[in-house]
């Protein structure tokens, strides 16, 4: 049987070289949001609902259904929109499962305090390996994809799988693995896992940077263009050449402009930390802890 297909309408923010999904049944009005993005200007400290109004519209101009606001991981380089989503069009916030050991990491980086539950329970569904649901008549399959962080879960909707941070176009490569619970050699595991659906398979990035050699934002390639062009994990590189590679490379990395606000609020199901007592809000800043 053929895999389905279906509709993938892509929301490209340059500020955060980011990509937002919106996944439709091609039978129905049903659709999911995967890895929306909630303007932040941290100079400011303010945010902005921009990129997600206009996911509002778009949703609503076509009269579209929000079934699902679904993250591949706890992004680092820009703030989830998740909750402003889901009061204006509903639907479940959703993401891995292991984000319990994300929270586990970071609520100490943070000194989140006993309030912070440590246990996922901030977002209204958590997947395991192997978990189906459904977008209307879409079936989903959930593939726990490690490496980049320990909650990253692969999408795999008919013939299309959404990816979050493991591979990047192929001239670009592959998601740093030093972030900490971040590994190399689960990220090679988990890409592999990826590169073993369909050569046909559309894959859906998280993130674009172009290159040197390519002057346009691109979000989307497949199984068979990363198998044979990866720069990174194409053409076949061991687990051991790739781990060398990654690791030295990483080292090299400063942290993401935004990773600060990012981790406290995304690993929060994209929910502010609570107000202070005169109802104003903060984010905190650890000294010599990333």
Not at 163 to 179: E, H, Q, V, Y
Not at 257 to 268: A, H, T, W, Y
């Amino acid at each position: 049987m053929e895999p389905s297909v279906p509709e993938v309408h892509t929301y490209f923010d340059e500020t955060t070289n980011a990509a937002c999904h919106i996944v439709k049944d091609p039978a129905s009005n049903a659709v999911a949001i995967i890895d929306s993005i909630l303007d932040f200007d941290a100079a400011a400290g303010r945010t902005h609902t921009n990129h997600a109004d206009m996911l509002i519209h778009e949703i609503n101009r076509n009269g579209w259904q929000v079934a699902w606001i679904l993250e591949t991981h706890v992004h680092a380089d820009h703030l989830s929109a998740a909750p402003y989503l889901a009061e204006k069009l509903g639907g479940k916030i959703a993401i891995g499962a292991n984000i319990a050991a994300v929270q586990q990491v970071f609520g100490k980086i943070f000194n989140a305090g006993t309030e912070f539950e440590m246990d996922g329970s901030q977002f209204d569904q958590l997947f395991n390996e192997g978990d189906v649901f459904s977008i209307g008549g879409l079936d989903v399959e959930v593939m726990h994809t490690p490496g980049h962080t320990p909650a990253c879960v692969t999408y795999v909707i008919g013939d299309a799988a959404f990816i979050g941070d493991t591979l990047f176009m192929p001239d670009f490569g592959t998601a740093r693995a030093d972030f900490p619970g971040g590994s190399a050699t689960e990220l090679y595991t988990s890409i592999q896992r990826i590169l073993a659906l369909p050569d046909h398979t559309r894959l859906f990035l998280c993130h674009d940077y172009k290159t040197k050699d390519r002057d346009t934002f691109c979000w989307q390639t497949t199984v068979a263009e990363q198998k044979a062009a990866n720069i990174h994990v194409g053409g076949g590189k061991s687990e051991e050449e790739y781990v060398a590679f990654r690791t030295e490379r990483d080292a090299q990395l400063a942290m993401p402009k935004l990773i600060i606000p990012s981790i406290q609020v995304n690993m929060n199901a994209g929910k502010m930390p609570p107000a202070d007592d005169d109802g104003d809000v903060y984010l905190k800043v650890p000294i010599n802890k990333l």
